[in-house]
């Protein structure tokens, strides 16, 4: 059974022989003799290494905004500022599209004791359907327009269906508060991985149904906080071609994820008069000592890097009324969040309006309190200018059926809708025809994307590379391995291995693998084959693989062993993890360079890190072969797959399908000498499939105009004798 496994997946005959020589390149390292940094106490956890790093980069980034802002002493200066930051907010998270028609329909109306529930759907793109309900209050006269108050649902599955939500909208109905709440995409009746069968989402969680398309948002372009800011402002339209509501009267809530929501959804329009968001507002600083960036809506692109914090979202607004709701053992830390208060207090002091900034806050956790309910209650009482008695009353809530909007309770398997993923598939079909247009002049177009490449991936070149650590070296029969490591970009190690055969051809060839130096069975054996024939090989770990693994943090959008937070975490300061794991590469490479026993560098790239050698090799030219091994053909395969392997994007650029893809860096490295065999698509099957083939003649294309065909090598089955013979 192994073997025939082995066949359908290399497609080549494993003898008995190999067979057995695989099993034994298995075992035939302990555990320990390939560690390089397991018992350094310099090292206690290697696991933060990424994390850290990113960190120290944010809190720089933090500091030098918190020094600008303690400048700005006058209502001039805090003008200025808004404006700058109304500016770049628009910047990173738009541009939105244009507004379309809403095609609102009531599809039901329940009836209940001193109000009305209006079940409606609205677009707030085109086929982008909303699924919300609107509740009026009895007692509204004639022609009489009352105040609005739009509810946003944290990350619940069943959105603001669950008791807790509902005992705050129903208590401000009774209050004579018209309250609109829509279910924020992949929630509630908009699943948008929702499995028939077991009638859940096929994602688990909603943080993960937002984080699994917004990531592939991301590297088209967009971000998944356009598309739930963007179903937000839809609802103010909607709200506003209601007879019943006062359009100068619009206050906006909700707790967590509807927290994020209600204050983004509030700094980006102006037409929400009062706003109090509950439960989430702290300050990166604080987040990120604590919890970690949450999911893909909290994280703006180059948010931190362009000095946004969340003392901004209140501030854009000044003075419009605002009502931080805050509990003591809450997940987003309080000190974070007293400290944005006092921040944000200052602006409304000087527009003479500091009654306007309020703040309440209880014992609990991540939870709601009667005592903050009533604050809340009060709050928009005072504002939105519809005074009466605060106080928290028992509810009855709407039963499952009662508060059911589509026939089957999901618009997946009614009525259909558009998803993020589909709209993004579109966006990234424009990108890619403008992407072909642009390749038409290939050598212009190549000297081009580098210095996109360098931009986007927020690559650093090395500098002051200090000397590598030996560690050990482990004897071995016709080898040695030289256990070192070396300093990366930040206050973190690169562990790798050197194996040095006994004859020496005076070639190196630097080897990354997705597990890090340890690499996997087959690997084993072509890194072997590579010694026999007198090669040098060096295996890192880059940082996040091997001995750095990030085995202590995942966050709340993890999939498999794979941290989206952690790549949230990058491209808030301006970097990505590829960006650094390119430099390092680099810094390894360097080291090969001074090792006076290798006179020429080759590189090898298995699956996920093809994308990081072949931005190195385009931003440090020293390879004089290249291979890659089951690497994604592009990251347009990734984005075009529903269910794509999560694997690929620690390795991948936000932004990226808007200037460049991989193909245009391979294609690039002409008149390099480079193998590709086993392109994979976007879920890390080999196959044939047309974007693979497209990928691939655009290489070809790269390779043609510079007239070296001949030094492209597009292969199947990648055996440890063909890997050999390529380089040999």
């Known amino acids: 059974m192994a073997s025939l496994l082995m066949k359908q997946k290399f497609g080549t005959a494993f003898s008995i022989g190999i067979l057995y020589t695989l099993l034994f390149a298995v075992s035939a390292y302990t ?3 390939l560690n390089v940094i397991s018992k350094w ?66 599809v039901r109306i329940v009836k209940k004791e001193g109000f009305r529930a209006e079940h409606i759907i609205y677009e707030s793109r085109p086929g982008f359907k909303v699924t919300s309900t609107l509740f009026i209050p009895e007692g509204l006269k004639r022609n009489e327009k009352g105040p609005a108050i739009i509810y946003c649902s944290g990350h619940g599955p069943i959105a603001y269906r669950s008791q807790g939500y509902q005992h705050m909208i129903l208590n401000l109905v009774k209050k004579g508060f018209i309250v609109f709440a829509f279910d924020p ?32 948002t991301l590297i088209a372009g967009s971000s998944q906080a356009n598309y739930m800011i963007w179903d937000g402002i839809r609802a103010v339209d909607y709200l506003l ?72 979202l209140l501030e854009v607004r000044a003075p419009k009324p605002a009502l931080m ?14 400290d944005t208060y006092r921040e944000a207090a200052r602006i409304y002091e000087a527009y003479g309006k500091r009654q306007n900034m309020e703040v309440t806050e209880d014992f609990g956790g991540h939870t709601s309190t009667k005592k903050n309910r009533e604050a809340i209650y009060a709050f928009f009482q005072k504002h939105l200018g519809h005074p009466g008695n605060p106080r928290d009353e028992e509810i009855t809530p709407l039963s499952r059926e009662e508060i059911r909007i589509t ?52 690559y650093l070149k090395p500098e002051n590379l200090p000397d590598p650590v030996l560690t050990g070296i482990v004897k071995k029969e016709e080898f040695i391995i030289e256990k070192y490591f070396l300093m990366g970009e930040g206050d973190y190690p690169l562990p790798y291995l050197l194996y040095v055969p006994e004859r020496l051809n005076n070639k190196g060839v630097l080897y990354l693998h997705p597990q890090g130096k340890k690499t996997d069975s087959l690997s084993l054996l ?57 430099g390092d590469v680099e810094r390894l490479t360097t080291v090969m360079q001074k090792d006076t026993r290798i006179h020429e560098v080759h590189a090898i790239a298995k699956g996920n890190m093809s994308p990081v050698l072949l931005h190195s090799a385009v931003f440090s030219p020293v390879f004089k072969r290249i291979a890659l091994i089951e690497p994604i053909s ?31 860096l391979a294609g690039s490295l002409a008149p390099v000498k480079l193998l590709i065999t086993d392109a994979v698509d976007g879920t890390g099957k080999i196959s044939d499939s047309p974007i693979i083939r497209e990928d691939l003649s655009i290489i070809r294309n790269g390779y043609t105009a510079k007239g070296a065909v001949d030094s492209l090598v597009i292969l199947n089955g990648a055996t440890s004798e063909k890997l050999a013979i390529f380089f040999r």
């Not at 908009?190 to 688990?204: I, V």
């Not at 983004?264 to 009062?274: S, T």
């Not at 994007?649 to 932004?655: C, K, M, Q, S, T």
């Open 325 to 338: 709701v805050l509990t003591y053992n809450d997940m987003f830390n309080i000190q974070g969040a007293r």
């Open 407 to 458: 026939p089957t309770g999901q618009l997946s398997t009614s009525l259909g809708s558009e998803t993020v993923f589909s709209l993004n598939y579109k966006q990234s079909e424009e990108n890619h025809t403008k992407l072909q247009r642009a390749r038409r002049p290939v050598p212009n177009w190549h000297s081009q994307i580098v210095t996109q490449a360098k931009i986007l991936s927020g």
């Open 185 to 216: 995409v992949g929630q509630g009746e908009r699943l948008e991985y929702y499995n028939s069968e077991t009638g859940k989402s096929d994602m688990g969680s909603p943080t993960r149904e937002h984080s699994y398309p917004g990531a592939q």
């Open 41 to 106: 106490l310099y090292f206690k956890d290697p696991s933060f290494t990424l994390y850290n790093h990113f960190s120290e980069q944010a809190y720089a980034q933090l500091n030098q905004r918190n020094e600008t802002i303690e400048k700005v002493n006058t209502l001039e200066g805090w003008k200025q500022r808004q404006q700058e930051v109304r500016e770049t907010l628009l910047d990173i998270v738009g541009p939105f599209p244009e507004k379309t028609p809403l095609n609102a329909q009531v």
């Open 526 to 582: 072509q890194i072997d084959a590579l010694v026999k024939e007198g090669f040098i090989v060096l295996t890192p770990d880059l940082p996040g693989t091997g001995e750095t693994f990030p085995l202590n943090f995942q966050g709340d959008a993890h999939f498999g062993e794979v941290s989206y937070n952690l790549w949230f975490a990058s491209f808030l300061v301006g970097r990505t993890i590829l960006g650094v794991r390119a």
């Open 241 to 312: 071609t209601r007879k019943e509501v006062d359009g100068s009267r619009i206050g906006i809530t909700g707790r967590s994820g509807g927290g994020t929501q209600s204050i983004q959804i509030a700094a980006f329009d102006d037409r929400i008069l009062a706003a109090a968001p509950e439960n989430y507002l702290t300050n990166y600083t604080r987040l990120l000592q604590s919890r970690g960036p949450q999911d893909a809506e909290q994280n703006f692109y180059h948010g931190i890097y362009r000095g946004i914090d969340h003392p901004d």
């Open 31 to 33: 555990q320990d003799e």
């Open 634 to 664: 592009s990251y347009r395969a990734v984005v075009m797959e529903k269910y794509y392997s999560p694997a690929y994007i620690h390795n991948a650029v936000p932004g990226v399908l808007c200037h460049y893809d991989l193909p245009d």
